[in-house]
């Protein structure tokens, strides 16, 4: 079955920088691209960083731009979000995300999260 297990967060005064891993099994891992999401206290969970299976192309939500990396390690099924110049605002629950075809149609998966904490 598919898994994903993210770990890396915690507490991190601004300006601070943190690492995030998520290691995932039960499905083609370099055939499928990857995205990391965040769900802040009271707002909708949202799309922060995209990787492609290749790892070649990349994509950001605007306003971690130029702060954020989202890398992956195809032979050990690895995606990573490097995240630094961090920001208050930047705390929440951060989730890894794959999205596979199935008999039923598209089904999107989840880990259980990791929790970033900004604060002095």
């Known amino acids: 079955q598919v898994q994903l297990v993210e770990s890396g967060g915690g507490l991190v005064q601004p300006g601070g920088s943190l690492r995030l891993r998520c290691v995932a099994s039960g499905f083609t891992f370099s055939s499928h691209a990857m995205i990391w999401y965040r769900e802040a206290p009271g707002k909708q969970r949202e799309s922060v960083a995209v990787i492609t299976g290749d790892g070649n192309n990349t994509n950001y939500e605007n306003s971690v731009k130029g702060r954020f990396t989202i890398s992956r390690d195809n032979a050990k099924n690895m995606v990573y979000l490097e995240m630094n110049a961090l920001k208050p605002e930047d705390t929440g629950v951060y989730y890894c995300?794959?999205?596979?075809?199935?008999?039923?149609?598209?089904?999107?998966?989840w880990g259980q999260g990791t929790q970033v904490t900004v604060s002095s």
């Open positions: 995300n794959v999205v596979l075809r199935g008999p039923a149609g598209y089904e999107g998966y």
